[in-house]
């Protein structure tokens, strides 16, 4: 299966282009969820569309859009005739919650199948990210949410324009640049040092507006160390593929480690420096007032999360700790200390206009002081803004396709 995602870009020529004998494209629309309904139209080669009206099931997408699409994975699968299966994904939609939810949710009841996951049926060969040359950047640094566009997920829906831009680049493996006249040199430029640290294994094909493109083609070039549709969480490495370390055209990755904890409140005060001309942000931190739980941070654009990272190692049980990924015990090993274990802070952060000289200096002044370190029994006295955890927009929803909302670890 190849999944074909974008706000914006050539999602129509890529899936044109895939729609060879033998292979099926299936699309949701969620133009009209504030009908409740949504729109499926399937694609086979040499035939006309066939479009499914789907009703909203108790008012949910996330419902169903799972309902409707693993079923029919694993039953497409399952005919002789289709080699292929192409997913065109619906502008609001991430691929990353689908990857997940072709993982891990159960279809049950698809006659002649063993209840299971779709992943039982269906490889994810491919994520094709499209993107359009002169809006994706400013989309990706905005803090516009996607009510603020006119677009409706779910009712619930508070996610920005930047997270969604800026997921659906990060896990792709592939992408596809839509670039006309009105992008200058400059901007392609920047735009291509963003993204080269972004989605640093994906093999990027430029091409002008209503060009022909040649998915084929560029899903060869994909890597074999490709994540393919892989999940991983909050404690894997941030620095995914070989990115590069230098800067150009003023973007550039700062990266960010400690191992004493934050303060609280200095946090929350120095924290905002993650959204002033910085594209993305993400990793682990250490907060004082809270000696087991990792929190996960993570921004795009203006929009910002605050989440549970899980338990350090070092507040768990030696049984607990063995059922633990062997990679994450062996990487945690090798920075273990004596008092605090595994316990420290790592951030990534992506910088288009930003000075990582002020990032870092505001973030090593939100740490604990020395003085402050040599008395740990005071810093559970101390009020924490963290104790709820945090996003902006404040109100957590959930992506269509996942079960359950996974800010943790995705």
Known sequence: MVLVSGWTGAMDAVVTSLLAPGTVAVRHDLGRVTEGVVRRTLYV?????????????????SCTLRED?????????????????????????????????????????VVGQIDGPASRDVRID?????????????????????ADRGIVASGDDDRTVAQLVVGQVDYADALVVTAGSDVDAWERARLAAVLARLAPNAPVVWVSQDAMVDAPALLASVPTDARRGEITDAHSPLLRGEPPLTVDCGVGLVEFSATRPFHPERLHEAIDVLLDGVVTARGRAWVATQPDEALWIESAGGGLRVASAGTWL????????????????????????????????????????????????TLQWALVSDDEMANPARWSTWTDPFGQWHEDPCESSESPYAEQSREATE
Do not use: K, Y
């Not at 479009?51 to 108790?58: D, Q």
């Open 314 to 361: 070092a507040a768990m049980t030696p049984q607990q700790q063995e059922r633990v990924d062997a990679t994450r015990r062996a990487m945690a090993a090798l920075r273990w200390d004596a008092e605090f274990g595994d316990r420290d802070t790592s951030l990534v952060i992506l910088v288009h206009q930003a000075d990582p000289t002020e990032i870092d200096r």
């Open 126 to 146: 491919a994520v094709i990210g499209c993107l359009d040359a002169a809006t994706w950047l400013a989309d990706a640094t905005g803090d516009d949410t996607l």
């Open 69 to 109: 699409l693993l079923p029919l994975l694993r039953a497409l699968s399952m005919r002789s005739n289709v080699d292929r299966i192409v997913l065109a994904m619906d502008p609001a939609l991430e691929p990353e919650a689908l990857c997940w939810a072709v993982d891990n949710v159960v279809v049950a009841g």
């Open 45 to 61: 080669s040499g035939e006309s569309p066939r479009e499914t009206i789907l009703e909203l099931a108790h008012g949910c997408v």
